[in-house]
C-alpha cells in the first residue's frame, strides 16, 4: 500500500480502511495505535468526519514502520 505526500489531504475513511486492513489491526488495536476511539475510527471509515490532518500523517508514518505497529500488537 502506498499513501502518496500530495494525497494526504485527500485521505478518506476508504484509504484509512484499507490502511488498518494492511496492518492487519482489528478497529480497537487501530484506534489504540492512533490514539484515538473506535467510535472515532468507525466515522472516519464510514466517512462521517474527515480524518483530520495530524491522523493522516500519523498514517503515513504507521505504514512506514509497518514492523514496529506489529511488534505493538504481538502476544
Same mark, same amino acid.
Given at each position: ?41 468507525? $466515522? ?12 493522516? $500523517? ?18
Amino acid at each position: 500500500m502506498k499513501l502518496d505526500n500530495d494525497r494526504l489531504d485527500e485521505m478518506d475513511g476508504g484509504d484509512i480502511r484499507r490502511l488498518r486492513q494492511h496492518l492487519g489491526q482489528t478497529q480497537t488495536q487501530f484506534a489504540s495505535t492512533m490514539g484515538v476511539t473506535l467510535i472515532t475510527v468507525g $466515522r472516519w471509515e464510514r466517512g462521517e468526519i474527515q480524518v483530520p490532518g495530524p491522523a493522516r $500523517r500519523l498514517a503515513q508514518v504507521l505504514l512506514a514502520l509497518r514492523p514496529a505497529v506489529e511488534m505493538l500488537h504481538s502476544n
